[in-house]
């Protein structure tokens, strides 16, 4: 069974560091790409960025190039999303999720549970 | 990169069809995704490639897709299809999401 598990929810003040991470089991992780989505309090969905696992090629949406950072470790089937200076407007839930058919223009067939970060 | 307009909200009575629209310019050359999101739950694919549901998805969801609309289609609706609706399409190397539609099944 394909499973995403991401980590738990944070609390941190503005200015602090952070990586919330999205585990990959019941497949080969490093076949498929994994995409970040945010969705801020009672708003809709947003793409943050996606990473290829296999040679963690990423790519961005424009907004958030430079303040976020997507990593994967093959290793361990982990994707991970990382902030090295936390804004209040970060306050969201951050949601990973494969791409069906391995393809980097894919749809998002399995996601993640969600992690909820709050910056305040 | 561009942009999917989507109506904030779709009323339907139980037993009747909804139809969600989303629009964007040249729609039609581009592969649409939908997924069904509720409450406090994550999302979930219901049709990919403009028409196709994975498994598991009722048969009931249908899609279509051409010149600048795409349309997502619950035939039947039940109280359990009341959700958020969220297109998605890709640009560019980058995914772009609609605004959602809220479907109420009353």
């Known amino acids: 069974e394909v499973q995403l598990v991401q980590s738990g929810a944070e609390v941190k003040k503005p200015g602090e560091s952070l990586r919330i991470s999205c585990k990959g089991s019941g497949y080969r992780f490093s076949s498929f790409w994994i995409t970040w989505v945010r969705q801020m309090p009672g708003k809709g969905l947003e793409w943050m960025g996606t990473?290829?696992?296999?040679?963690?090629?990423?790519n961005y949406w424009p907004s958030f190039h430079g303040h976020v950072t997507i990593a994967a470790d093959e290793s361990t089937n982990t994707a991970y999303l990382q902030w090295t200076s936390l804004k209040a407007s970060d306050t969201a839930m951050y949601y990973c999720?494969?791409?069906?058919?391995?393809?980097?223009?894919?749809?998002?067939?399995?996601w993640g549970q969600g992690s909820l970060v709050a910056v305040s | 990169s561009f942009e999917l307009t989507q109506p904030p909200s779709v009323s339907v009575s139980p037993g009747q069809t909804a139809s969600i629209t989303c629009s964007g310019d040249?729609?039609?050359?581009?592969?649409v995704f939908w997924y069904q999101q509720k409450p406090g739950h994550s999302p979930v694919l219901v049709i990919y490639?403009?028409?196709n549901r994975p498994s598991g998805i009722p048969e009931r969801f249908s899609g279509s897709n051409s010149a600048n609309t795409a349309t997502l289609t619950i035939s039947g609706t039940q109280t359990l299809d009341e959700a958020d609706y969220y297109c998605q399409a890709w640009g560019a190397g980058t995914a772009v999401f609609g605004p959602g539609t809220k479907v109420t099944v009353l």
């Open positions: 040249r729609l039609g050359d581009r592969y």
């Open positions: 990473i290829d696992p296999s040679d963690t090629y990423t």
């Open positions: 490639q403009d028409s």
């Open positions: 999720a494969r791409h069906k058919d391995g393809s980097s223009t894919s749809s998002f067939d399995y």
